[in-house]
């Protein structure tokens, strides 16, 4: 029965949300039950992208990518798909009514990093439109559960959120994206030049866009709320730890939030929650 292996699919999707980060798949348990399944699926398609031009350097990534890509849009128009983790996909795409265009900007994002490459403004937008901020809406239009309405009005809160998010992975990861991967995505940066100056004026643009994401995480479904918030303050507090450090620790070590702090920060959350001081 295709039911069975809907199910097989989702346990899939699950199996690598939690296996890739502990700390979304902990968000993602704090969302009602009926939007978990397809926030993991979601998760999973994204996790896998970014896995085949991140990590896969003995194979031709460029061809992996093209194949993921053809099989994506081939599962979606299908309604199934032998991969299970497509298939867990197309079933949030075609249940949510995700539009195509998010999942055209987001594999283009992802080809993007198949190539060594300094970031101008423009390039650097375009990558964190397709890598973060469709992510957001791809989750959004889940949320909103096909409310149109709803949809169109969180939907610049919900851009800057993933925009946050993905701008705090850069900097965490700000050696290694360089050393392994050649990439450097904060327009204008010179390795050799990182310093408490424009490591400050980063921190403000990140400022400002986790500014306007909270307000929108206030207007959630209180299906959503919790989760949201907690990934919200998880990425709060890396970004505090962040700012603490001094330019060369960042580029030496990778800043990480303790397992210890990460139960502080859900005690607090799911308190804020409880009490609807969200």
Same mark, same amino acid.
């Given at each position: 029965?295709?039911?069975?292996?809907?199910?097989?699919?989702?346990?899939?999707?699950?199996?690598?949300?939690?296996?890739?980060?502990?700390?979304?798949?902990? !968000?993602?348990?704090?969302?009602?039950?009926?939007?978990?399944?397809?926030?993991?699926?979601?998760?999973?398609?994204?996790?896998?992208?970014?896995?085949?031009?991140?990590?896969?350097?003995?194979?031709?990534?460029?061809?992996?990518?093209?194949?993921?890509?053809?099989?994506?849009?081939?599962?979606?128009?299908? !309604?199934?798909?032998?991969?299970?983790?497509?298939?867990?996909? @197309?079933?949030?795409?075609?249940?949510?009514?995700?539009?195509?265009?998010?999942?055209?900007?987001?594999?283009?994002?992802?080809?993007?990093?198949?190539?060594? @490459?300094?970031?101008?403004? #423009?390039?650097?937008?375009?990558?964190?439109?397709?890598?973060?901020?469709?992510?957001?809406? =791809?989750?959004?239009?889940?949320?909103?559960?096909?409310?149109?309405?709803?949809?169109?009005?969180?939907?610049?809160?919900? =851009?800057?959120?993933?925009?946050?998010?993905?701008?705090?992975?850069?900097?965490?990861?700000?050696?290694?994206?360089?050393?392994? =991967? !050649?990439?450097?995505?904060?327009?204008?940066?010179?390795?050799?030049?990182? +310093?408490?100056?424009?490591?400050?004026?980063?921190?403000?643009?990140? #400022?400002?866009?986790?500014?306007?994401?909270?307000?929108?995480?206030?207007?959630?479904? @209180?299906?959503?709320?919790? !989760?949201?918030?907690?990934?919200?303050?998880?990425?709060? +507090?890396?970004?505090?730890?962040?700012?603490?450090?001094?330019?060369?620790?960042?580029?030496?070590?990778?800043?990480?939030?303790? +397992? @210890?702090?990460?139960?502080?920060?859900?005690?607090?959350?799911?308190?804020?929650?409880?009490?609807?001081?969200?």
């Amino acid at each position: 029965m295709k039911e069975l292996f809907d199910k097989v699919s989702l346990k899939c999707s699950k199996l690598a949300t939690t296996s890739y980060s502990t700390s979304f798949s902990l !968000g993602i348990r704090c969302l009602s039950k009926e939007l978990r399944d397809p926030i993991c699926a979601i998760y999973g398609f994204v996790r896998f992208a970014d896995e085949i031009v991140d990590t896969f350097h003995d194979y031709n990534k460029p061809d992996l990518l093209k194949r993921f890509t053809d099989d994506t849009y081939r599962a979606i128009e299908e !309604g199934i798909s032998l991969n299970p983790i497509l298939n867990s996909f @197309q079933y949030a795409v075609n249940t949510y009514n995700i539009n195509l265009e998010l999942i055209d900007q987001f594999l283009y994002s992802m080809e993007m990093d198949l190539s060594d @490459q300094q970031y101008d403004q #423009e390039k650097f937008e375009t990558y964190i439109l397709g890598s973060a901020e469709v992510v957001g809406l =791809m989750c959004l239009k889940v949320f909103c559960k096909g409310e149109q309405k709803q949809y169109d009005a969180l939907k610049p809160y919900a =851009m800057k959120l993933g925009s946050a998010f993905q701008k705090i992975n850069f900097l965490r990861d700000l050696e290694a994206d360089y050393v392994d =991967m !050649g990439r450097t995505y904060f327009p204008g940066l010179e390795m050799s030049e990182f +310093n408490a100056e424009n490591k400050s004026t980063i921190e403000e643009d990140i #400022e400002k866009d986790f500014k306007m994401g909270f307000e929108g995480i206030k207007r959630l479904p @209180q299906s959503a709320k919790f !989760g949201v918030y907690l990934a919200y303050r998880y990425y709060y +507090n890396l970004f505090k730890k962040i700012k603490k450090t001094p330019p060369s620790h960042v580029l030496s070590e990778r800043i990480r939030i303790p +397992n @210890q702090r990460k139960f502080s920060i859900l005690c607090y959350s799911y308190l804020k929650h409880r009490l609807n001081l969200i």
